[in-house]
């Protein structure tokens, strides 16, 4: 096959500041994943992007180029609305373990197609691998019919789904080139409109511990995010949250399944239950359901009853008791004061490092490393409180984890001033 334009050409166009043809960005995602353009080439683009920007109109045609790679889903055939929700990632974020059985309670169907974690922010599949018997691997009839009896999914994608964005992030993971926000944008929602949900509520980290360090940056990617869906026929918003300290007590694997499972029972730290009914709400009016109060389902034990349901249907038995880690080490306070700051990336970094993520593709987590906080913003301690626990397998881990939470809390004379979970909406 002759190819209708050369690499080279289409990096300069974009290297020297220009907007690229629609013809020529078709072209290229296409020949990136068919092999014709090659990994150097695309790499070169990639930080071409991430130097010059792009258009809106030039990522609403790399985002479409990027799901015509591979299959679109189809939930027409079920009997009530879809919505999901993605999140940029942050530390301690297991909203969607307690959010996906919440909406589904509400009679809106949850298609939650996850990832694996790679770096300091978990993966959702890591952290339910850690209930003994559950399965990430879904066929796409088992999960439409897992959609239409329980009402919610969390599964592996499968490969077919934006097969040019699976390489594309490998090749950005090792160039550079991740935080370019059309790159971002576009690979976010290539997937997201795919998977062929109705709906999408976005939430969008901002801070220490997420991609997007500052408000304007987290803005500009909802913003794009949101005209990218919306453009594509999904009902898309966006909320912009707090991540520059971890949410709730918990970063790790079996840690936050039993967190979220407090939460399900009507317990659990107050911002991830903040959180979790502030995206379920979004979640059920965008999918034409706000006559209805997640509160309610959390409340009377409809959100547990879908969850034990869920984790069933997918092989997990949510009364087995969660792994328990062979060493722990605690983390006193050095001094007496109100503590002022619990850095996200600081206790992600050591959550990862303990073994609850993995640093190369494919590497096993540990089920139950991870830290456990025992003191946040705002909460007096004494000189000698514990502050954190840390917890892992093979304790040989524990001087690096230590090593990133050097200077992640301080303690003060003042009570610091906390973020709102829920900073703005976009949409
Ligand atoms: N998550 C994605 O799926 N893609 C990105 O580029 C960044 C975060």
């Known amino acids: 096959m002759t190819e209708p334009f050369d690499a080279p050409a289409v990096i300069a166009t974009k290297r020297d500041g220009g907007r690229l043809p629609d013809d020529q960005i078709d072209w290229v995602v296409d020949a990136f994943t068919r092999g014709v353009v090659a990994p150097e080439q695309m790499s070169a683009l990639a930080m071409a992007i991430l130097l010059n920007g792009m258009e809106r109109s030039e990522i609403s045609r790399w985002t479409a180029a990027m799901i015509a790679s591979g299959e679109r889903m189809d939930f027409s055939s079920l009997s009530r609305p879809t919505a999901d929700k993605h999140s940029t990632g942050g530390v301690g974020d297991k909203i969607t373990l307690p959010l996906a059985p919440l909406v589904a309670a ?6 939650q197609l996850s990832g694996r974690g790679l770096g300091h922010t978990g993966g ?6 850690a209930i003994p018997g559950w399965r990430a691997d879904l066929s796409n009839p088992d999960m ?3 959609l239409e009896d329980v009402g919610a999914v969390i599964c592996a994608a499968g490969s077919g789904l934006a097969p040019a964005d699976k390489k594309l992030y490998a090749l950005r993971d090792v160039t550079g080139t991740v935080e370019a926000i059309p790159l971002i944008a576009s690979s ?21 511990g997420a991609f997007m360090k500052t408000e304007a940056d987290a803005r500009e990617l909802a913003e ?11 009902r898309t918003v966006a909320l912009l949250t707090d991540m520059d300290t971890p949410l709730g007590l918990t970063a790790g694997n079996a840690v936050e399944v039993a967190e979220s499972v407090e939460v399900l029972a009507g317990g659990g730290p107050g911002d991830v239950v903040e959180l979790t009914l502030a995206l379920a709400r979004e979640m059920l009016a965008a999918a034409g359901k706000d006559d209805v ?3 309610d389902a959390l409340a009377d034990g409809r959100a547990m009853d879908a969850w034990r349901r869920m984790v069933a249907a997918q092989g997990g038995d949510p009364d087995a008791p969660l792994a328990t880690p062979r060493e722990t080490h605690v983390v006193t306070a050095p001094e007496s004061g109100t503590v002022g ?5 600081g206790v992600g970094v050591a959550a990862w490092r303990l073994g609850a993520g ?9 089920a139950a490393a991870g830290v456990v906080l025992h003191a946040k913003p705002g909460d007096e301690v004494r000189a000698g409180d514990p502050l954190l626990t840390l917890q892992t397998d093979t304790p040989e881990r524990f001087a690096r984890a230590l090593e990133a939470l050097d200077g992640a809390i301080e303690i003060g004379a003042a009570p610091a001033q906390a973020r709102d979970v829920v900073i703005d909406r976009i949409g």
């Open 224 to 234: 794009t995010m949101v005209a990218l869906g919306t453009d594509a026929g999904v």
């Open 144 to 146: 439409l019919r897992q």
């Open 293 to 295: 109060d997640p509160a």
């Open 106 to 111: 509400c009679g809106v169907a949850v298609p």
């Open 124 to 129: 959702t599949l890591d952290k339910l691998e």
């Open 188 to 208: 976010i929602m290539s997937k997201k409109i795919a998977e062929g949900t109705g709906a999408l509520v976005l939430d969008v980290k901002v801070g220490s």
């Open 341 to 345: 700051r619990v850095d996200a990336m």
């Open 358 to 366: 993995r640093s190369r593709p494919g590497e096993d987590v540990q």
